[in-house]
């Protein structure tokens, strides 16, 4: 089945530098890859998202691209800010039948 | 549009007892997946369930079973409970057409005494 690899477990920044997070993905019929951000005390709700058709995606602060040949992808947050704070998690989903891997998060910290 | 709602929301049994936890989507979404959340494992999937349907499975033993109605509501039942279950439980719905967005619920934080 489906392995995802998170790193790293942890990482704090200064505000307003950038954090990059990266995650690996074991099969290759993964073809959607959400981020979801996790507040202390609540659910999780995705952030960006890409597709395997799809090298790089931005939306604001946020970025994520996409490596199929090397199967990894990365989140980037560009001029962190204190409500940053929170577990991040990235995710491989493959075909339509929804099956969702997790990685196992990334605790962001932005120091003010 | 309502959101994904989970209920109850907070739960205290005693080891050996057995639970059960619901879950109704999102108006429309048919597929429901389930997940545990621990401080130390992430997040976890147990199953995942679409128009009643068990069409994926996680590597949870057979205590954690569930279910799905026809108007795509989902209940999951743990039964023979140990202080190892003790967790976050979180159902996520989604339209299952392709590979789309989940929305989660609130969780259910199950405490097994």
């Known amino acids: 089945g489906e392995n995802v690899e998170q790193h790293p477990s942890t990482l704090s920044v200064q505000e307003g530098d950038s954090a990059v997070i990266k995650c690996t993905y074991s099969?290759?019929?993964?073809?959607?890859f959400p981020w979801y951000k996790q507040e202390l005390g609540k659910r999780p709700q995705l952030i960006i998202d890409?597709?395997?058709?799809?090298g790089e995606k931005k939306d604001q602060r946020i970025a994520v691209t996409l490596n199929k040949t090397a199967k990894h992808f990365s989140l980037h947050i560009t001029e962190t800010q204190p409500e940053d704070s929170a577990v991040y998690f990235c995710?491989?989903?493959?075909?339509?039948?929804?099956?969702?891997?997790f990685g196992t998060g990334t605790k962001l910290q932005v120091i003010p | 549009k309502a959101g994904v709602t989970q209920t109850p929301r907070y739960l205290i049994k005693t080891r050996g007892q057995q639970v059960t936890l619901s879950c109704s989507p999102i108006?429309?979404?048919?597929?429901v997946s389930w997940y545990q959340q621990t401080p130390g494992q992430g997040l976890q999937f147990l199953f995942e369930?679409?128009?009643?349907?068990?069409?994926n499975k996680g590597n949870f033993p057979g205590r954690f079973s569930g279910r799905q109605f026809s108007n795509s509501r989902s209940e999951m039942n743990v039964s023979t409970l140990e202080l190892g279950d003790s967790a976050l439980y979180l159902c996520?719905?989604?339209?299952?057409?392709?590979?789309?967005?989940?929305?989660f619920g609130q969780g259910t934080r199950l405490t097994v005494v």
């Open positions: 099969d290759s019929a993964s073809n959607y």
């Open positions: 369930y679409f128009s009643e349907t068990q069409r």
């Open positions: 108006s429309g979404h048919r597929s």
């Open positions: 890409i597709r395997s058709n799809v």
């Open positions: 995710a491989a989903t493959s075909g339509g039948y929804q099956k969702v891997t």
């Open positions: 996520a719905s989604s339209l299952a057409k392709g590979s789309t967005e989940a929305f």
